[in-house]
């Protein structure tokens, strides 16, 4: 079985990771979404809650994703789990630095998982979570920029910052 694996933040989930969801879970038997359990604190939503969101987005139309977070090196997660490939989005030239060093990182400390970039979709190439919240937090509208599960708890949780 072919297993890829996307990890992030989710914090929260946007269009645009969807997007890379649905794109990279036609490109293996199995992807895993792993929601990193930050150990900065620094995350607006719960690790749980990061998790729920994903679940509750993706259980409609896509059928062989599996939700899970983690914590520790991606790469040990990796071996545990039978991963092939690692999923990264890359948007612009901004991302290119931070995603290369990981990449050559997590190849130095497992030379046999891969790490695939696929191109952010153009409509959604500057959409970020941080963006996303700070315009929120202004109530700008962000309804196409996130799933629809996300706008109440989004609201919720800001009002209560
Ligand atoms: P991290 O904190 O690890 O950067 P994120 O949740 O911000 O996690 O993003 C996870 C991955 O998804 C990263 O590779 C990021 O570049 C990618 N990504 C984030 N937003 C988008 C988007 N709009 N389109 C494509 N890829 C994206």
């Known amino acids: 079985m072919h297993i890829g694996i996307y990890p992030g933040s989710f914090d929260p989930v946007t269009n645009g990771h969807l997007d ?10 199995k992807l895993i979404i792993a929601v990193a359990r930050n150990q900065d604190k620094r995350s607006l939503f719960a690790t749980e809650e990061r998790v729920s969101m994903l679940i509750e987005c993706c259980s409609d139309d ?18 545990q ?27 130095k400390l497992a030379p046999d998982v891969e790490t695939v970039f696929l191109m952010a979709s153009a409509e959604y190439s500057f959409v970020s979570s941080r963006m996303v919240k700070e315009v929120a937090s202004y109530k700008g509208d962000i309804s196409s920029l996130v799933p629809d599960c996300v706008i109440p708890r989004l609201m919720k949780r800001l009002c209560s910052v």
């Open 62 to 79: 896509i059928n062989n994703v599996e939700v899970v977070s983690f914590d520790g090196l991606l790469v040990d997660y990796c071996r």
């Open 81 to 107: 789990k039978e991963v092939s490939f690692i999923v990264r989005g890359l948007r612009a030239i901004a991302d290119f630095e931070y995603e290369h060093a990981i990449a050559l990182m997590n190849k």
């Open 20 to 29: 890379i969801v649905r794109r990279a879970s036609s490109l293996c038997d």
